[in-house]
């Protein structure tokens, strides 16, 4: 069921919202008969690894069980998992770019970029530029560890996440 369900999304990003919580990313598993829906939300100003608690998912769960429980486009069975994103937290939206510029972050492209051997890029997120009228997609800019700038075009990007170096910490 790896089918979202967009109305159902829509309406989780407002009610998630309304708890004063970011839905990050929505996530349909499991079988038509047994859907399982993940989601994974955070604070909206939080910093990387401060997000939300145990305490924010439980409530998350509660407030959206009984609507979902009675939701018609669902089946009767159906399993609501929430949780952070966790310290890797995935970039899908234009604000998440905006949000975490200055962080490092971990691109999957969809082909490598002209002169580099891979299609995974670590860089330092600089920020984001507004794309063409016609396309109205936004452009994401990096800078790689020689020092190199990139600005590529969202549309290129299959995923982007934050890049936490556990050697790094304490």
């Not at 530029?129 to 396309?135: P, V």
Request: proline content about 8%; some cysteine; charged content about 40%.
């Amino acid at each position: 069921m790896a089918r979202p369900i967009p109305e159902i999304a829509e309406e989780l990003e407002q009610r998630v919202a309304q708890l004063s919580l970011e839905l990050v990313e929505v996530e349909w598993a499991g079988s038509r008969d047994r859907p399982i829906i993940r989601l994974r939300v955070d604070r909206p100003d939080s910093k990387p690894g401060d997000g939300v608690t145990v305490r924010d998912c439980v409530r998350v769960s509660r407030e959206l069980e009984p609507w979902l429980d009675e939701h018609p486009a669902l089946a009767e069975r159906y399993t609501l998992e929430v949780s952070s994103p966790g310290v890797e937290r995935p970039l899908n939206r234009e604000r998440d770019f905006r949000r975490f510029a200055g962080e490092e972050v971990v691109l999957k492209l969809k082909r490598p970029p002209e002169g580099k051997p891979s299609a995974r890029l670590e860089a330092e997120l600089e920020g984001v530029e507004e794309g063409s009228e016609e396309s109205g997609r936004f452009r994401v800019r990096i800078r790689l560890a020689d020092g190199e700038r990139l600005v590529l075009p969202r549309d290129e990007i299959e995923r982007a996440h934050l890049l936490f170096r556990w050697d790094d910490k304490d």
